[in-house]
């Protein structure tokens, strides 16, 4: 089976991007499973009800987030109700939402995906390590194939959980940084890894925001409001390829595609 991860999406260009390219992408790779990481959908920082709803009209199954998922008050109350948008899975106990999902495919296979926080340079989070081993443990008996989101700034903590998860995971796809890195694989044991996906939103601009925005911001060190930038749009995402009996992965593939 083939699923396919698109990176961050941002703001309504990276919305139009993942409209217009899904389908074709979907049919040309015979993927069965669309993940998209959405917590700045809601123009750059965070996800609000009606454009979540949005991105599974489009042909999303599955969103997972990262930090900014609190950034929209209101999203709060909503993430608990549907357990297809899921949060990192390590926030202290307490918190709402969920931090993983089992999703039953079309052709009756059941696939996990979970949503993990690195805590190199992010705040408040319990280790990912253990985090994920237990609810690892908790889905491996429910589903072969298991997909994770590792949402994290520092790339050695992302190379290093990989080969922590290898063989016990499909796949761990790294998300957050909003740039695509070179380097995915299919590790020794059978996980395909890449330590970002890329962003999915404005092609010229500072991850994702208005670029002399961000300049002033570094010259002078005062607070701003950013925007996100104008322009044509980039839809950064792996297809991965998965032996839905064994839970390996067989490959994966990088893309960068351009809209319009």
């Known amino acids: 089976m083939k699923v396919l991860f698109i990176g961050d999406i941002v703001g309504k260009g990276g919305r139009t991007a993942v409209k217009a390219l899904l389908p074709n992408l979907v049919d040309k790779y015979k993927i069965e499973l669309v993940i998209a990481n959405g917590e700045n959908i809601a123009g750059g920082f965070g996800l609000t009800e009606p454009l979540v709803a949005d ?5 999303v199954h599955v969103i997972t ?8 008050k209101e999203f709060i109350h909503y993430i608990s109700k549907d357990n297809r948008v899921i949060r990192p ?3 202290p ?3 709402p939402g969920y931090g993983s999902i089992l999703f039953t495919l079309q052709n009756g296979l059941r696939a996990a995906v979970i949503n993990v926080s690195g805590r190199v340079f992010m705040t408040g989070m319990d280790c990912p390590f253990r985090a994920a081993k237990a609810e690892i ?11 994770i989101d590792f949402h994290a700034e520092a790339t050695s903590e992302k190379i290093a959980f990989s080969y922590f998860v290898d063989g016990k995971v499909s796949a761990v796809i790294g998300t957050h940084t909003h740039v695509q890195t070179a380097d995915e694989k299919v590790l020794p044991n059978g996980t395909a890894y ?7 939103g404005p092609s010229h601009s500072v991850i994702g925001m208005d670029i002399n925005q ?7 060190s005062m607070p701003a409001k950013f925007e996100t930038a104008q322009g044509d749009q980039v839809l950064s995402a792996v297809v991965v390829e998965i032996n839905g009996d064994t839970g390996r992965a067989t490959g994966i593939q990088r893309l960068q595609l351009t809209y319009p």
């Open 55 to 59: 991105l599974f009209r489009m042909g």
């Open 65 to 72: 987030t990262g930090n900014h998922v609190w950034d929209k």
């Open 89 to 91: 899975l390590n926030y």
């Open 93 to 95: 106990p307490g918190v």
């Open 137 to 147: 443990d908790n889905l491996s008996s429910e589903a072969n194939i298991i997909i």
């Open 194 to 200: 890449i330590t970002d996906v890329g962003m999915t």
């Open 214 to 220: 961000i300049i002033q911001r570094f010259l002078t």
